[in-house]
């Protein structure tokens, strides 16, 4: 088989051997012609030697070698032109413009009539930007290549690269001779008039095109953008309806009308048109997506593009059912616009029809968080803990809705779990250790939990979560008081009008009998939202009872009942109307 291979690359080397000049090709047939015989020289057969080997070696992907045999041929015959040829092939192919044009022009000088030597001369001049080169070769081409309408393209691209649009036009007028009006040419030559501000010859070009096609809806469509971004709106507006009669539902017709009004600061009737197109399902699902992502910033302070954006929401997922894109698209949507139980449904759809997509997992936890759905959020924290098993974050809304749940031991294995996932992610490292504190005191283990605190404050010493349900535990179980007063004031010093914190330090007052101070503190709770809190509402109660004001003690122990459920002792202490501790 090799040697086979080596014969047939020797008679292709021999068979191009013309290339190296049309003279002496044409003397060699006039000499077979009279009966003579070639007699092949040393220089002839090792200049075949190598270029046989190069090819071999293109052939067999071997870039390197082939270029260093072709560049051999070269040393041993400085007029070969199929190996300059075979090297500016190369050099193209590895975007080396620069030796691509160097070789190519070698081929070009020494065969200019080769028309293969000038289609490679000419692209790598055009590569290399030196476009008035190029023109004087083309020139020559189209007279030797006349069916080659692409070279006419790139012959007519020149003209417009030294910014001379009417000799471009004149030869695209050329290529319509020979094929017609064409859509490329006639948009071409559209694009060309508008840049010369010839508006009445680009709107000519396009009505060749319909006068080719009439029942064609989307050269109307062209031609009504075109009158559009020139301000002629009526003829705009006709030729819109004149598109829509062959084509009522066309989407992308639509969707030009639409843009045509909202240009116009014409929402309502553009929302007509846009509408029509989000029905359509040949309209791709991406581009309906990016539509809605315009939507999302400009609908925030606008009442009626809010309700446009959710009916077309509810129009994506209507015309693509069966994709989570659709569903996650219209869930944030609605989740920005505090709508959490439709939110929860549509990204609780994407999760179904794609559950590979770690973001709307974590979005849609955190919406049943929100909601205080617990259970459904454990449901789906162990479904996306098994899915993202290296993803901290599904961990710690899962162990949170464990705690919620009143699970701390669930809690705990999750949230250990899942702290030891982490890398270089301290903020989120420090709410792991806030929980872990949370869960440990809820299993009775005081010394773990007070660890896990003290490891989160020294991630964020300014913690408020944390500064106020360490300082309340220890309150609760009377000891280290005075670390607990100091971390529940500095708690409310960063947040001033949060009442649970209010309340936590009017109740280490409390503890510390400093019960004028613990009133203030727990009335303050009581003008910040804690009016119907039955904790507070009883803390205040206690707090009265030990300033000797034991009817008004009991006024607010009555209310906290009234308001949910207090301490064990809560029923005692009305009906005794005494402080039970």
């Known amino acids: 088989m090799k040697l086979s291979l080596n014969i047939l690359l020797f008679v292709f080397a021999f068979a191009l051997w013309g290339c190296k000049g049309g003279k002496q090709a044409a003397s060699t047939t006039a000499q077979e012609k009279e009966g003579e015989t070639k007699l092949f020289t040393k220089h002839d057969i090792d200049v075949n030697h190598y270029f046989v080997s190069a090819n071999k070696e293109k052939l067999l992907g071997n870039t390197e070698d082939a270029v260093r045999l072709f560049k051999k041929c070269l040393q041993i015959d400085?007029?070969?032109?199929?190996?300059?040829?075979?090297?500016?092939?190369?050099?193209?192919?590895?975007?080396?413009?620069?030796?691509?044009?160097?070789?190519?022009?070698?081929?070009?000088?020494?065969?200019?009539?080769?028309?293969?030597?000038?289609?490679?001369?000419?692209?790598?001049?055009?590569?290399?930007?030196?476009?008035?080169?190029?023109?004087?070769?083309?020139?020559?081409?189209?007279?030797?290549?006349?069916?080659?309408?692409?070279?006419?393209?790139?012959?007519?691209?020149?003209?417009?690269?030294?910014?001379?649009?009417?000799?471009?036009?004149?030869?695209?007028?050329?290529?319509?001779?020979?094929?017609?009006?064409?859509?490329?040419?006639?948009?071409?030559?559209?694009?060309?008039?508008?840049?010369?501000?010839?508006?009445?010859?680009?709107?000519?070009?396009?009505n060749k095109l319909i006068a080719t096609a009439t029942e064609e809806a989307k050269y109307y469509g062209i031609l009504a953008e075109l009158y559009a971004a020139n301000n002629m709106d009526l003829e705009a507006v006709d030729t819109y309806q004149k598109a829509l009669k062959i084509d009522a539902d066309n989407p992308f017709i639509n969707l030009s009308f639409s843009e045509y009004y909202r240009q116009k600061r014409d929402y309502p009737k553009g929302f007509i048109y846009l509408e029509k197109a989000f029905n359509s399902e040949?309209?791709?699902?991406?581009?309906?997506?990016?539509?809605?992502?315009?939507?999302?910033?400009?609908?925030?302070?606008?009442?009626?593009?809010?309700?446009?954006?959710?009916?077309?929401?509810?129009?994506?997922?209507?015309?693509?059912?069966?994709?989570?894109?659709?569903?996650?698209?219209?869930?944030?949507?609605?989740?920005?616009?505090?709508?959490?139980?439709?939110?929860?449904?549509?990204?609780?759809?994407?999760?179904?029809?794609?559950?590979?997509?770690?973001?709307?997992?974590?979005?849609?936890?955190?919406?049943?968080?929100?909601?205080?759905?617990?259970?459904?959020?454990?449901?789906?924290?162990?479904?996306?803990?098994?899915?993202?098993?290296?993803?901290?974050?599904?961990?710690?809304?899962?162990?949170?809705?464990?705690?919620?749940?009143?699970?701390?031991?669930?809690a705990l294995l999750v949230l250990n779990q899942g702290k030891n996932m982490i890398i270089d992610n301290k903020p989120l490292l420090g709410q792991f250790y806030a929980n872990i504190g949370d869960a440990y005191y809820r299993t009775k283990q005081m010394d773990q939990s007070?660890?896990?605190?003290?490891?989160?404050?020294?991630?964020?010493?300014?913690?408020?979560?944390?500064?106020?349900?360490?300082?309340?535990?220890?309150?609760?179980?009377?000891?280290?008081?005075?670390?607990?007063?100091?971390?529940?004031?500095?708690?409310n010093e960063i947040e001033r009008d949060n009442a649970s914190y209010n309340d936590t330090y009017g109740w280490i007052l409390y503890g510390?009998?400093?019960?004028?101070?613990?009133?203030?503190?727990?009335?303050?709770?009581?003008?910040?939202?804690?009016?119907?809190?039955?904790?507070?509402?009883?803390h205040l109660g206690d707090v009265q009872y030990k300033l000797k004001n034991n009817d008004i003690a009991l006024d607010y122990w009555i209310k906290a009942k009234k308001a949910g459920t207090g301490s064990d002792h809560l029923e005692r202490k009305i009906n005794e109307k005494k402080l039970i501790e």
């Open 78 to 206: 400085p007029n070969n032109a199929a190996a300059a040829y075979e090297l500016s092939i190369i050099a193209l192919n590895a975007n080396d413009f620069q030796n691509a044009e160097l070789y190519s022009r070698k081929a070009y000088t020494l065969n200019p009539d080769n028309a293969w030597y000038a289609v490679l001369f000419v692209e790598s001049l055009q590569r290399n930007k030196k476009p008035v080169e190029a023109i004087k070769i083309y020139q020559k081409l189209i007279k030797s290549l006349p069916e080659r309408t692409d070279i006419y393209f790139d012959y007519a691209d020149c003209y417009l690269r030294i910014n001379k649009p009417f000799e471009a036009i004149e030869i695209y007028n050329q290529i319509e001779k020979k094929i017609g009006v064409n859509e490329e040419l006639s948009l071409q030559k559209e694009k060309i008039y508008v840049r010369m501000g010839k508006l009445d010859k680009a709107v000519e070009e396009i």
């Open 450 to 491: 007070d660890e896990a605190y003290e490891e989160a404050l020294k991630i964020n010493p300014n913690d408020t979560y944390v500064l106020n349900n360490y300082a309340y535990y220890l309150s609760l179980r009377n000891v280290k008081l005075d670390k607990a007063e100091e971390m529940s004031k500095k708690s």
């Open 512 to 538: 510390s009998g400093k019960y004028e101070d613990a009133k203030l503190w727990l009335e303050k709770a009581i003008a910040n939202g804690a009016a119907n809190n039955a904790v507070i509402l009883e």
């Open 282 to 410: 040949e309209l791709d699902i991406d581009s309906k997506v990016k539509i809605l992502l315009s939507y999302y910033v400009v609908s925030e302070k606008s009442e009626e593009l809010k309700s446009q954006s959710l009916a077309l929401c509810e129009l994506l997922i209507k015309s693509h059912p069966k994709e989570a894109k659709a569903y996650s698209v219209a869930g944030d949507f609605y989740y920005r616009d505090k709508k959490l139980e439709k939110a929860k449904e549509c990204f609780a759809k994407a999760v179904e029809f794609d559950k590979s997509k770690y973001v709307i997992w974590n979005q849609l936890l955190i919406i049943e968080s929100e909601l205080q759905q617990f259970p459904e959020m454990i449901t789906h924290g162990k479904a996306a803990v098994e899915l993202f098993p290296n993803e901290p974050t599904v961990y710690l809304l899962l162990g949170i809705a464990y705690l919620q749940e009143k699970n701390p031991k669930e």
